[in-house]
Structure formats: structure tokens, C-alpha cells
């Protein structure tokens, strides 16, 4: 069976991406990507979804002569993974919009501090959501991970408040840089589909990428030991992956540090992950030492920067801590309506909370997180 034949069939709660006439299985050829910011569809950014599509699928020789699909879950959990199943013609991954939400949040952290002109923003107001900004983030980590997505968050609120001062072009920004982010994660899972086919596996680009790899792989262990002690898999899919984004030549800053966030943000996830919560960032920085000159000439900036995002990750919490960042948000998103001239926002904010008011009084607002895939994991 053809990888989005299963996807469609045994994932109830997929999303249909880009117009059927489109589709040339097993890839996707000429979506159109024209399209505006959903700013309705709060978790699940289908703007950063169908470009992340569109740039994993085209120009990347790895890629032709297999049959792939990627299909995307509404689930508030973070996952990705490359379902392992017999009667799979192919190699299917399936990334939650938990997972592309998280990365899109991280993403306009690191834009709002590195790659936007901060003349757009009033200083103020540029102060007021940077806060909510990590404070979300920080509530992401510690509480996010694993449970549901509350509506109604502050974050959405701050950038329904800031739309005409010049939001979407960091949103823009910063889903250029979670598709980035993304893929890398999707790479990771396409690895680990060419590994366990490898022995049976005749494509002969595919099979020189696991050379490439293993050869990688043993000079990583020689040089540093503690990784033949961790999961070798997981070692190599990453591995893989890099090669994957650097065959077509050396990447730019931005696209490194999303690379090297795309790991961060897995950090936290499960404090038993030896290998992703302490040895992974330094398994990219190896490679990439030797693989890109961007990141040789400019380590020590990258690697400040990556520190600054780590710290955040790290940073003490609890229920106490929590609450005080969640009632810090609603403070400082009341003083930003207070200086920010957008009606229309409010009235949007009003109506909105509402209707999250009534759907928690109803009991409607639960998210069932055991959806269909978990079997297949």
C-alpha cells in the first residue's frame, strides 16, 4: 500500500494538504503557495505546514525513486515519527501540529531578537511581547509537552493586538525558519525509513548516503567514545540528516541555528533522553565543524546564541512558576491593548474569550491526545 493510501486510511484526524489536482504520488509537485496567514487556526499553521512540504520534497535527490508521503496530525502533542509497518510500499512520516506549533513559537523568539528591525515596533510594545512571547515558551516546556493546547492563549492575543504594526512580517520570518526547524526533524524520520531498509534497499543514491554516514560515524566514535555508548540509530539518523541539508553545499547562519534549535527544543521532553538532552547539540556542532565554513567562522556567536535559548529551557519551574508567568501574560497583554490603537483586536480578543468561556463551561474544550497513531508509534 501506497504510503498516503494508509495515511488517509488509518489517520482519522489528518488534514488534506494543497488542492488534489496537485498531487503527483508520491510526490508533490506545484502547490501553490500563495496563500495568506489563517490567523483563525491558532494550532495548526497550515501556511508553515505546506511550505515545509514544498521544501522537503523538491530538488532533493535523496528523495527521487522513493515513495514518500508526510502526512500532518491535529494533535496538541509533539511528535514526529515514520510509521514501520509491513504492508508499507514506502517510506510514511507523520509530524503533529504539537510539533510544527512549538517549532513556530521558537521560531519568533529567536526572529523577534535576531532577524527582525525592532524600528517596526514601538519599544514598548516590542518589550511587552517579547515577554509573553517566552513566557509561552517557558509554559511550553514545562506543561506543554505531552498535554492539550489551551485556547485562548495570551501569545495569540498579543499578535492579534500587534497585526497592523507589522507582525506578519515577523511571522513570516519566523515560519521560514520553523519550516527549517521542521524539516530537519522530518530528515531524522526519512533517516531512520533508509536504515532499517537499508539491506533490501537497490536505490543507489539512498545507499551512498549510508556510506556517507557510517564513514561519519566511525571517526565521531573515534574522536569521542561516549557516543558508541549512545543509541547508534539514533546517532545515525542524525547523521543522515545533516548530510541530507548540506548536499547541495554550505548553509547560512539562519538556516544553522534553526538547525541547532530544531534539537533544543526536544530537550525536556523526556528527562530520561540522555542522548538528546545532553550530547546531541554537541553531536551537530562536530559535524558541522567539519562540514560548513559559516558555522567555523562564526562558532562562537552561534554557539552564544544557542546558549541563550538553552538557558531558557533550563530555567527552574513548578505550578507556582507557572502561574506567575501565565498571570504576568495576562497583565502585560492588558497594558499592550492599553497603548496599542486596534479596536478591532479587542473586540476580537472579547468575542473570543467568550466563546472559550462557554466551550470550557460545556466541557468541550478537552483534546483527546490518544488519537489513532499511537499504535503505530
Request: aromatic share 12%; with cysteine.
Amino acid at each position: 500500500m501506497l504510503p498516503k493510501e494508509y495515511f488517509e486510511l488509518n489517520f482519522k484526524n489528518g488534514e488534506n494538504i494543497g488542492n488534489k489536482d496537485s498531487i503527483n504520488e508520491p510526490l508533490i509537485n506545484g502547490l501553490n503557495l500563495n496563500f495568506q496567514m489563517d490567523m483563525d487556526n491558532k494550532y495548526s499553521n497550515n501556511m508553515e505546514f505546506e511550505i515545509l512540504i514544498n521544501e522537503c520534497l523538491k530538488n532533493n535527490i535523496y528523495f527521487s525513486g522513493s515513495n514518500i508521503f508526510i502526512g500532518k496530525l491535529v494533535n496538541s502533542y509533539p511528535n514526529c515519527y515514520n510509521v514501520n509497518d509491513d504492508i508499507l510500499e514506502g517510506c510514511l512520516i507523520c509530524i503533529t501540529s504539537g510539533l510544527t506549533e512549538n517549532s513556530y513559537v521558537l521560531a519568533k523568539y529567536y526572529a523577534l531578537n535576531y532577524l527582525m528591525d525592532f524600528q517596526l515596533f514601538n519599544n514598548e510594545q516590542y518589550k511587552i511581547y517579547k515577554v509573553i512571547l517566552k513566557n509561552d515558551l517557558i509554559r511550553r516546556i514545562h506543561t506543554g509537552y505531552g498535554s492539550q493546547i489551551e485556547p485562548g492563549d495570551t501569545l495569540y492575543y498579543a499578535e492579534l493586538v500587534l497585526n497592523k504594526l507589522g507582525i506578519y512580517d515577523l511571522l513570516q520570518k519566523a515560519a521560514d525558519f520553523s519550516v527549517v526547524m521542521d524539516l530537519f526533524i522530518i530528515y531524522h524520520e526519512y533517516s531512520h525509513y533508509i536504515i532499517r531498509t537499508f539491506s533490501n534497499n537497490s536505490n543507489e543514491k539512498e545507499n551512498r548516503l549510508m556510506l556517507q554516514t557510517a564513514i561519519i560515524y566511525s571517526h565521531l566514535c573515534i574522536d569521542y567514545p561516549i557516543y558508541c555508548e549512545m543509541p547508534k540509530e539514533e546517532v545515525l539518523a542524525d547523521l543522515a540528516a545533516l548530510i541530507l541539508f548540506f548536499n547541495s553545499g554550505d548553509l547560512g547562519i539562519t538556516d544553522i541555528m534553526a538547525l541547532l534549535l530544531s534539537i533544543v527544543q526536544l530537550q525536556k521532553m523526556s528527562l530520561t533522553d540522555t542522548y538528546t538532552n545532553k550530547y546531541r547539540i554537541d553531536l551537530l556542532y562536530y559535524f558541522l565543524s567539519l562540514h560548513s565554513n559559516t558555522f567555523s567562522a562564526n562558532e562562537q556567536e552561534l554557539k552564544n546564541r544557542v546558549n541563550e535559548i538553552v538557558a531558557i529551557f533550563n530555567q527552574a519551574s513548578g505550578p507556582a512558576v507557572i502561574e506567575k508567568i501565565e498571570q504576568e501574560s495576562w497583565d502585560m497583554l492588558q497594558k499592550l491593548i492599553a497603548i496599542t490603537e486596534n479596536p478591532e483586536a479587542i473586540f476580537d480578543i472579547l468575542n473570543d474569550r467568550l466563546k472559550t468561556l462557554q466551550m470550557m463551561a460545556d466541557g468541550l474544550s478537552k483534546i483527546n491526545i490518544n488519537d489513532e497513531y499511537e499504535k503505530f508509534s
